[in-house]
C-alpha cells in the first residue's frame, strides 16, 4: 500500500514538473525580470507541494506522508533561496488546511528545519559537479528527519518498520529522478533554442540568414498592404570581393564579412532587419521608410562602409566599398511581390554604373 501510493505521488511530481516547465519556457514568463520569475516560481514549486499532499498517504488519523519537499528542494537547486522560501511558506499554509494538530504542527517544524538544513547545504560554493552532491546531502537529510518526526508522532513500531524503509527507497528514486527530468528538461530546451537560432542565424556573421529573411519579409509585406504603410528595402553587394580572397585568403574574407555585418548593424534601427543572404550579398529592411529615407539610409551605410578600415591582421587594414539597390512599396513599386526583383535590378545598375553607389 505505501509503495504504490507514494509511486503515484513520484509520478504526479514528474508530470507537473513537465508541464509546468514547459508553460514557464514557451510562454512570456521566461522573458520576466529575474526577481519577478523567483517569485513564480517559489509559488509554482508551493503549488506542486500542495498538490502532493493532496495525494498523501494517511497513515494515522492525524498523519499523512508525501513528497512534499522535493519542490523546495528542486527550487533551491536549480534557481535559489528566495523560491526555495516561498516554496516551504506556502506548503506550510497548506498542511493546516488538512486541520490543527500535533502531525500538522510537526510538519510545519519538519518543513521549517529541511528549509534551514537546504540553505546550509546551498551555502558550500555552487559548481556543476557539485549539483548532484548537493542533492544527495539534501535527500539524505531531509530523510533523517522525516524519520526523527514520524518516529515521535507514531508509536506503532510495526508501522514504522514497513513505512520508513519504503520511504526512504521512493524519496531517494523521487528526488534523483525529478533531478534528472529538470536536468533533462533544460538540456532539452536549451539545444531547442540553440537549433532555433542557428536555424534562422547566419553562422558566421550572426545576421539573420536568408531563410529568416523570406519569413519575415513575407510578414512584412503583409503588414505594409494592411496597414497601407511604405516597406523598403535594399539589396548590397560587397565590390570586388573575390579579390579580398584572392588576394588575403578566405579566412580573412571571412573576418571582413564578420566586420560588415557590424557596420550595417550600426547604421541601422534597432528595428531594421539586417540579413546576409549569401556570400557577399546582404539586404536591410526597412518597415515604414518612405523612399527617400531609404536613400538616405543607403548612403549612410554606403558611406560608412567606405570609410570603415578593416581588420585583417593586428596592424594591417583594408578598404572596402559596397553597392546598393534599393526599392520602396509603394513609391517604386506598387506591386509587392516586384519589390526583390526591383531592388536587384538596382544593384545590378549600381554594380555595372562604377560600383560603389546606390541605385533605386
Known sequence: MFLSDLFINLCILIALLFIYLQIRWNTYLDNWEPKKLSLVDGIAG???????????????????????????????????????????????????????NVSS???????????????????????????????????????IAFSFFLILLIQDSG?????????????????FSS????????????LLEKYEKE???????????VRQFDEVWNQMVIHAEEK????????????????????????????????????????????DLVSRNGGEEFSVILPDCPKHQAIEKGERIRLAVEIHPFSISADEHIHITVSIGAATYPETNVNTENIIKSADDCLYKAKHSGRNQVCY
Open 159 to 175: 508501522i514504522l518498520l514497513g513505512l520508513i524503509p519504503v520511504y526512504w527507497i521512493i524519496s531517494i528514486i523521487g528526488g
Open 46 to 100: 508551493g503549488l506542486l507541494g500542495n498538490i502532493l499532499m493532496y495525494f498523501s498517504i494517511q497513515i494515522t488519523d492525524e498523519t499523512i506522508i508525501d513528497l512534499r519537499y522535493l519542490p523546495v528542494m528542486l527550487t533551491m537547486l536549480f534557481i535559489g533561496a528566495f523560491p526555495g522560501f516561498i516554496s516551504t511558506v506556502l506548503i506550510i499554509a497548506g498542511r493546516f488546511l488538512f486541520g490543527w
Open 199 to 209: 536555424s534562422n542565424t547566419d553562422f558566421l556573421t550572426g545576421l539573420n540568414n
Open 228 to 271: 497601407k504603410e511604405r516597406l523598403s528595402l535594399l539589396l548590397i553587394d560587397i565590390d570586388h570581393f573575390k579579390k579580398v580572397n584572392d588576394t588575403y585568403g578566405h579566412p580573412v574574407g571571412d573576418m571582413v564579412l564578420r566586420e560588415l555585418g557590424e557596420v550595417l548593424k550600426r547604421n541601422t534601427r534597432s528595428f
Open 105 to 143: 504542527i510537526s510538519a510545519l517544524l519538519l518543513m521549517l528545519a529541511i528549509f534551514i538544513g537546504f540553505l546550509l547545504i546551498l551555502k558550500n560554493k555552487d559548481t556543476a559537479r557539485m549539483l548532484m552532491k548537493k542533492a544527495i546531502m539534501m535527500i539524505v537529510f531531509a530523510n
Open 179 to 190: 533531478i534528472y527530468a529538470v536536468k533533462y528538461l533544460r538540456k532539452s530546451q536549451s
